[in-house]
Nanobody, 119 residues
Framework: VQLQASGGGLVQPGGSLRLSCTAS????????MGWYRQAPGKQRELVAR???????NYAESVKGRFTISRDNAKPTAYLRMNSLKPTDTAVYYC??????????????WGQGTQVTVSS
């Protein structure tokens, strides 16, 4: 199973970006999908998470600005980020809980994608 993340970049404060995370491989089903971020010198933290039943939770710092969604047919998770702030600058990682063809469950991480918010 692989997770491929994309969509990061450099944006000015107040701008927007959309991150995508596509899963591929021996996937039977995907439970939770989520986005985490890690800023320099800080621990990795949860940004947003969405369950297979579309229950969602957000970090307090991004509520009202970020929107997580998923397309199970692709299967891809998205993170729409609006009103970006310099404090959102970090490497963003996607994560998914996957049940494979052998009915084994494991969690997987995508490669990080850099988001830089700066004027």
């Amino acid at each position: 199973v692989q997770l491929q993340a994309s969509g990061g970049g450099l944006v000015q404060p107040g701008g927007s970006l959309r991150l995508s995370c596509t899963a591929s491989g021996s996937i039977f089903s995907i439970n939770d999908m989520g986005w985490y971020r890690q800023a320099p010198g800080k621990q990795r933290e949860l940004v947003a998470r969405i369950t297979s039943g579309n229950f969602i939770n957000y970090a307090e710092s991004v509520k009202g600005r970020f929107t997580i969604s998923r397309d199970n047919a692709k299967p891809t998770a998205y993170l729409r980020m609006n009103s970006l702030k310099p404090t959102d600058t970090a490497v963003y990682y996607c994560n998914a809980g996957v049940i494979d063809y052998y009915r084994d469950y494991d969690t997987y991480w995508g490669q990080g994608t850099q988001v830089t918010v700066s004027s």
